[in-house]
């Protein structure tokens, strides 16, 4: 792949950070928002303050979540998450800031993640803090809610999937095994902010790279863009990578729309063969 050659002399010419987004996780079977693979989420968002205050809305979530999660957590890393994991030991890139919430980089076997949105696999008690896994939650789901009849249409990638409102009226939510508080999955939910500290963290590691790679994602929302223009801004060189356009391509220096297995492991290859 001839196109991919300056994204090689990039990763060697100094130490690259990555910001991935869902585009990188749609061949392990997990839709993306914007990209080719994207389906449309018509159901009704579910803000923060909402699932806090109403019991029908939280009834809703953790319907939506009940199938959502089935597939997320039958998901597995693909050859992108691969080849990513391999440029970091191979000391190609410093580490990933991530937008995604299945953790599929860190099964790759990538060491320097920092998740912006949080990660589906925990679930935090809102009232005693008391952690559980999403796994043992599911179990919990699955056996206060024997009967129910609930119609799924599409999965999304960020652990939901499509069900009618109207059969989630008898769902039952289960709290806190410690002390029965609301329990909420330790990602940032519609009308949350993304943690100062975590903000923080990130930008220090962009600002010790020299460089920033971007991922499968359009920089549609400012929480993933930011990282972009504080490389520009900084005056380092940034490499896009999407089956898209981007909301960053102005201020790329190269840019790819490829398909990101098949780059992003020919990119490994080529810079292991080129050191």
Partial sequence: MENIRPFVDLLQSSQTLVLSGTGISTESGIPDYRGTQSVSNTQKKIYYR????????????????????????????N????????????????????????????????????????????????????DETRVNLQRRLVKLNPHIQLDWVNIYPDGDAEVAEDSTDNFNVPGCLQCGGLLKQEVVFFGENVPKGKVDFALEMLEQAGSLLVVGTSLTVFSGYRFVSRARKAGKPIGIINMGSTRGDSDALIRLHAPLGKTLTELALLCSNNR
């Fill in 50 to 77: 909402e699932f806090l205050l109403q019991a029908k809305v939280r009834q809703r979530y953790w319907a939506r979540s009940l199938f959502g999660w089935q597939n997320m957590s039958s998901s597995v890393p």
């Fill in 79 to 130: 050859s992108g998450h691969q080849a990513l994991s391999q440029l970091e030991s191979d000391g190609f890139i410093t580490g990933i800031l991530t937008q995604n919430v299945d953790g599929l980089h860190q099964v790759a076997g990538s060491k320097n993640v920092l998740e912006l949105h949080g990660n589906l696999s925990f679930v935090k008690c809102l009232k005693c803090g008391v």
